[in-house]
């Protein structure tokens, strides 16, 4: 009698697709196990993902880096999940996720995206996942993350984006990540912040707040020559009263040149 079951792990096997594996369509026995809530399939060679149960809550795919090969239809068919409150979907070296991936887990709490290819984050992505307490997207390629990702996420409470490649945070996003209550983590750790006097208001978010850790430890990767390596709190040009003087000189010579021009050719 199985219709008692809510959990599965298959962890750590060499399991294909669910046909060959199982003796028949996954799908076919979820009519008997109703109650099942919690599947884990991690380190797997998983190729499709049409016969998953739609009563899930709790869902580990992680380390299956053949889903990519049907990528398009797997989107699909994790669409159809829209009972999933937790997904681990970490080290698939997936390269991005179509806006409407998550477009019907009305109630996912937590995404891990972690050891993905992702280099760009949609602005929808996370669209009507209005209760997301957690999203993962440490070790990826991300450049750039936009208010317009998050804003609408008022239930945040840690967003991981260690070992990626943000060089400055949209300004925008800073004041969500300051005005949200909920939002007690922000991980930032390995990225690379250039520690330009452009970047102000990134380096005094990350001097000012308690919601970075390590935030003293955080080094600037592009900042001018000569200070690459320094801390992005402790940056010396940067005292946020940024020195211009050098731009004013330069503006002032470049006026003064065409009004001595002006002048000649009268």
Known sequence: DISFLTSIVLDNNFIEDFIYNTGGKFSDHCGLILKLTYLSMQNNDLIDLQYLCKSLTHLNLSNNRRLKERWLKNQAELYKLSNLQILKFEG????????SIFGAMGNLREVYLAGNYLTVISTHL???????????????????????????????????????????????????????????????????FSCGCEDQHTQSFIRETEKVPNSRLLECSRATEGHEGETVVAYKRNTFQCDYREIIVIVSSIIGGFLITAIIVR
């Open 92 to 99: 698939n070296n997936v390269k991005n996720f179509s806006d």
């Open 126 to 192: 996370f669209r009507h996942n209005i209760h997301l307490e957690v999203i993962d997207l440490q070790f990826n390629l991300i450049q750039q993350m936009k208010a317009e990702h998050l804003s609408h996420l008022s239930s945040l409470q840690k967003l991981n984006l260690k070992d990626n490649l943000i060089t400055s945070l949209d300004l925008d996003l800073l004041t969500f990540f300051k005005q949200t209550s909920s939002l007690m983590e922000i991980v930032l750790t390995n990225n690379y």
